[in-house]
């Protein structure tokens, strides 16, 4: 997508470095990923949780939210885990009362992954501290910045999800 200079003419996306390489925000995202992933570390092994629990409950709670129904499959599949893998995944947070496995009345075969209140409280207090931070670095842009970065990051989301799935199938 071309942007306007001041000048009102449109000039093209930014490219790489002047160095060759990747573009300084390419170079921000990989930090803000880094970062995201040592905040969560260190914040889930206070509460005796893994990086990849903490990312089922957010499957679960996404799915959740669009009223989708989540079974072990789709566990499997949007966390890229082995059957074994994830069974033992389901099991630790059955055990440790983050959810609980609930049969559809329709097909009782089906096993549904459902949240507890628990998962919900200790969420809160694994990743309020980061919101709060972030809502507080929000507050010093204003409603079109945002909506230009909220743009931008779902493109990014778009272009990684892309990227995985070139990745899989060659």
């Not at 990051?153 to 272009?159: I, L, R």
């Given at each position: 997508m071309a942007v306007n200079d001041?000048?009102?003419?449109p000039?093209?996306?930014?490219?790489?470095?002047?160095?060759?390489?990747p573009h300084p925000l390419v170079r921000l995202l990989q930090e803000f990923t880094l970062e995201a992933n040592r905040y969560v570390d260190a914040a889930g092994g206070r509460k005796d949780m893994h990086r990849t629990d903490l990312n089922a409950l957010a499957v679960i709670m996404r799915h959740t939210a669009k009223g989708s129904?989540?079974?072990?499959?789709?566990?499997?599949k949007e966390?890229?885990?082995?059957s074994p893998a994830t069974t033992a995944l389901?099991?630790?947070?059955?055990s440790s009362g983050h959810v609980v496995r609930?049969?559809?009345?329709?097909?009782?075969?089906?096993?549904?992954?459902?949240m507890t209140p628990k998962a919900y409280q200790e969420g809160g207090a694994i990743f309020g501290p980061l919101a709060r931070q972030m809502g507080t670095a929000?507050?010093?842009?204003?409603e079109e910045e945002l909506e230009t970065v909220s743009r931008f990051?779902?493109?990014?989301?778009?272009?990684t999800v892309a990227a995985r799935e070139e990745s899989s199938a060659g």
């Open positions: 001041p000048s009102g003419a000039t093209p996306p930014p490219g790489p470095a002047p160095n060759g390489g129904v989540v079974t072990p499959g789709v566990l499997r966390l890229n885990l082995s389901i099991d630790r947070l059955d609930e049969r559809q009345s329709s097909d009782r075969r089906q096993v549904q992954l459902k929000m507050a010093n842009f204003s990051m779902t493109a990014m989301v778009e272009a």
